[in-house]
């Protein structure tokens, strides 16, 4: 552990990145810049550059779906350890990312509400219009899940999620 060369108090860890967690040269480049931006999180398009800095070319011109991607692998590393990457989303793309803490405690609480053994609950993050239909966004665990309604609807508070699953706990399909 190093220690304050003024007062010896002993410093936190330079990486933030919790142990036994293995990460590409990539992912913990992102994730270091992500942790570094702190509570008011990063834009994506700043992400971007700061990822690809020492990339000759600036990057992939696909640059926001592959940190899209890149925060998944992420996240499915992390998740376990008490923190997850999170996303603010505007349009297709989300626009914001930043480090959070998990509620492991609260999330336990909810996946009874799962019925399946391998579903579990995703709980509303935002909403998007477009046209007739509304796009409902959902965090599984640190994954994103959409589905598609009609503009007139509610989205549902939770939906379920799972290899089979990714429907609304009501039948989105209802006219009520």
Same mark, same amino acid.
């Given at each position: 552990m190093d220690e304050c060369p003024t007062c010896g108090q002993t410093l936190p860890p330079k990486t933030g990145l919790p142990s036994g967690v293995a990460l590409t040269k990539t992912e913990g480049k992102l994730f270091e810049i992500i942790r570094r931006a702190g509570k008011h999180g990063i834009a994506? =398009?700043? &992400?971007?550059e700061r990822l690809y800095a020492d990339?000759? =070319?600036g990057g992939p011109? @696909?640059?926001r779906h592959v940190v899209y991607v890149l925060v998944n692998k992420v996240n499915g590393k992390i998740r376990d350890? !008490?923190?997850a990457i999170r996303s603010q989303t505007h349009g297709p793309w989300p626009c914001n990312y930043w480090? %959070?803490?998990i509620a &492991? &405690? &609260?999330l336990l609480a909810f996946l009874p509400l799962a019925t399946p053994a391998n579903a579990l609950a995703c709980f509303k993050t935002g909403?998007?219009?477009?046209r007739t239909n509304k796009i409902c966004l959902y965090d599984c665990l640190g994954s994103t899940r959409a589905i598609n309604i009609n503009f007139t609807r509610i989205c549902p508070i @939770?939906?379920? %999620? !799972?290899? =089979?699953l990714d429907s609304p706990l009501e039948d989105e399909n209802d006219d009520e």
């Open positions: 994506s =398009d700043i &992400l971007c990339n000759p =070319d011109v @696909t640059a350890h !008490g923190v480090l %959070s803490k &492991l &405690l &609260l909403e998007i219009i477009s @939770t939906i379920q %999620s !799972g290899p =089979d």
